[in-house]
């Protein structure tokens, strides 16, 4: 089946293959180290964990650990995957119908017994190379691309290959050193297929670092109805909010938010709801949103996650029209 | 999707998604140790390995040997498989579409990495229940059931399981007593969908056992056109073949192939060559029918080889008209 042949039966209504409405699907492309698990999750927990599938790309990889130490490719490489499997499950899920999900565990480097899955309400892949086929990107609803400038995404990725993945240092390095021409060649090329492209990056005229907060740059591509941001990012918000109207770098127009780190909390809730209404929905903005631990919310994140929010909600929204 | 659009999609044209020609799949059902595995180890010897792909429907059980431990239900269940993903994985087979099995490993009892697959011109899939759902049974061009006299049955399974997967005899008869109501639930009604029903039995009245060597009894149902035994089956070779009409059990016409266990070589080679000179194929046939081990070739066994190969062959050949 071809990507045309999937828009079409995916628009062929709302109903799924078994009569219950077919799920609303999520990308969140990005690097490795680029914060797709903690994007993720804060919109599991917004929507609630019994209206949600979350699938992580990585779990199609075609060698284990050991195998890939013999290989001349990285897990960057469509090579290393199973990518006609995931266009297949990706429509598979997209349908409302269950998979048999390969599964990759990050602990031990292994390949193990796969999971059955049936598609909630909201599906969110995340990982490496959900966008890289024509055919997968018709499978999805909303696509997002991440992308931090090299240096945060290096501290991030060290930071956690080395705490949670038991790496050591130059371990990482190494391995980000290897992965770089792959990174360009099949990571990045998918930025110019998301609607939603997030850079999370401190602002450099202010001298922040990696270590300072970090603002959040949306570019919004109109391939997708985004919420009217001119009207709700007004004068009384500027301060911490900017909309502009820009040429992407390959001339084409969008739309570029920058929420700054310290935005603050009053004007960004002003934001949130305003978005929010947008929706008509009867429930309050989830409070979830922005968390990066218990104690720590992060204004930047929650109003992305935010955004994100409103494209899965408005778009289950519209499937049942 | 279902059994009829699997049907239309099917009949669509010999040819796959990829663009080559759909495989043509052959399905074996039966219960534990009715000799599934030696049908089609005959099969693919004779059609080659590089021609063909085998896949066990065992593969797709949900639980492990240790899961099932706690379960009020046995591997004879479709509650115990993941029918549902099978359906799915057949479908694609059947349309040259790759999947990604599951693995069960019946020496540990355990589930583990799955496996790609891509199909190859023929696809036989062997197993408990390949025939129990109306949308698997739409992805087969050839359905065939096992069919043994219950003694046999358990004589066959008493040997491979206390030989092959490390079971006593105890442990055997235990399982297959648990097994019973189940074995007439689900499995037995499968034997209504086969175009092709093997009982491989010791002919009573002449007093044989399972100890002796065995006749093949082949139920052939006019849902797919077997060759014209008529003519075939003559006088000539009356003494040890008989071709009869009859009624099955259900009062519909079959025809029913009898080949005793002491058919002569010449007799049956005759036949043999009669129903293979149908196929208009130039090469002789396959010398590896029949086989049980590296020494012994079964008459029986060879001919019900031969029939189900005509069908592969000639389904290929009309996938292409």
């Known amino acids: 089946m071809t990507d045309k042949q999937v828009n079409i039966q995916r628009e062929g209504g709302g109903e799924a293959a078994n009569g219950a409405r ?7 492309a990005g690097d490795s180290g680029t914060g797709k698990t903690t994007l993720t999750a804060g919109l599991v927990e917004a ?37 006609d499997i995931m266009d297949q499950h990706f429509h598979h899920l997209s349908m409302g119908n269950p998979i048999l999900k390969p599964v990759y565990d990050h602990d031990t ?32 609803d909303i696509k997002v691309y991440l992308d931090p400038p090299e240096d945060i995404r290096i501290a991030w990725k060290l930071r956690r290959d080395t705490t949670k993945r038991g790496y050591t240092e130059d371990q990482v390095r190494d391995d980000l050193k290897k ?28 001298g922040e670092t990696a270590e300072d907060p970090l603002s959040a740059y ?25 909309l502009k109207l820009r040429r992407d770098d390959d001339g084409k127009p969008v739309d570029s938010v920058h929420i700054h780190s310290y935005a603050d909390r009053e004007d960004t809730r002003k934001v949130e709801e305003a978005i929010w209404a947008e ?10 949103l922005g968390r990066i631990d218990p104690e720590t919310r992060d ?3 929650a109003l992305t996650q935010l955004i994100l929010l409103y494209h899965m909600i408005q778009a289950a929204q519209s499937a049942t029209d």
């Open 22 to 28: 077919r799920p609303i699907m999520l990308a969140i």
């Open 47 to 83: 929507l609630g964990r019994d209206r949600i599938t979350s699938v992580a790309a990585d779990d199609y990889h075609r060698y284990d650990r050991q195998e890939r130490k013999e290989l001349p490719f990285t897990p960057l490489n469509p090579k290393c995957n199973y990518m």
């Open 109 to 140: 480097g292994e390949l193990g017994r796969p999971e059955y899955i049936e598609p909630r309400e909201f599906v969110i892949v995340e990982g490496l190379l959900p966008l890289h086929t024509k055919k997968s990107r018709a499978c999805f």
């Open 179 to 206: 992965r770089e021409p792959e990174s360009v060649e099949f990571i990045r090329p998918q930025r110019a297929d998301a609607d939603i492209v997030v850079r999370f990056a401190p602002i450099e005229e202010r």
């Open 218 to 242: 949306l570019l919004l591509r109109p391939t997708i109805s985004h919420p009217d941001l001119t009207k709700i990012l007004d004068e009384d918000v500027k301060e911490g909010m900017h």
């Open 279 to 288: 929706l008509g929905v009867d429930v309050p903005v989830p409070e979830s």
């Open 299 to 301: 204004e930047p994140l």
